[in-house]
């Protein structure tokens, strides 16, 4: 089997939902923007993330950083799929557009979620065409429930496929 140290060195340890959501929540940069993974479900296929508003994530004019709107949908989707289709497949965020809606203030929330069809469709595809780039949308909402903010995010999906053992030994030798 082909390694996937691509990766990273975390793809190859199992965490469980728990641990994953204490790492994301003392990681500096979602500290920094006030980030938090409130939830990750057992089977990694939902995430709730939320932020609240302070000094260091608000802009000049009042409302919520767009940096840090966009910074709480980065990673999600990714960890739903890396975390579905296994050791076997390179999941990559690939690109990614957010478009500000409302005006951000005090605690916003962004829900993701992949059905168990979803997913396989998703794995299916990868493993017909060898790749995929499903493009996935999350809302970010407010208290009340009012969208702030939309990214669109677009992931790669491979399926890694062993290298072909080459035996010179088999092979005619030209002189």
Known sequence: MASSSKQGFLKNI?????????????????VGARIHVEYISPDFRSMRVRMKQSW????????HFGGSLYAMTDPFYMFILLNNLGKDYIVWDKAATIEFKSPGKGYVYAEFALTEAQ????KAQADVHGKVEPVLTVDVK???????????????????VPKASFDKSSQPVNI
């Open 14 to 30: 199992k965490l469980s939902a728990n641990t994953l959501r204490w790492l994301l929540n003392i990681w500096l940069p979602y």
């Open 56 to 63: 260091y994530n608000t802009n000049y004019v009042g409302t």
């Open 119 to 122: 997913i396989a469709d998703i």
């Open 142 to 160: 407010d208290r009340a429930g009012k969208i702030v903010a939309t990214a669109h995010k677009t992931l790669y999906v491979r399926k890694i």
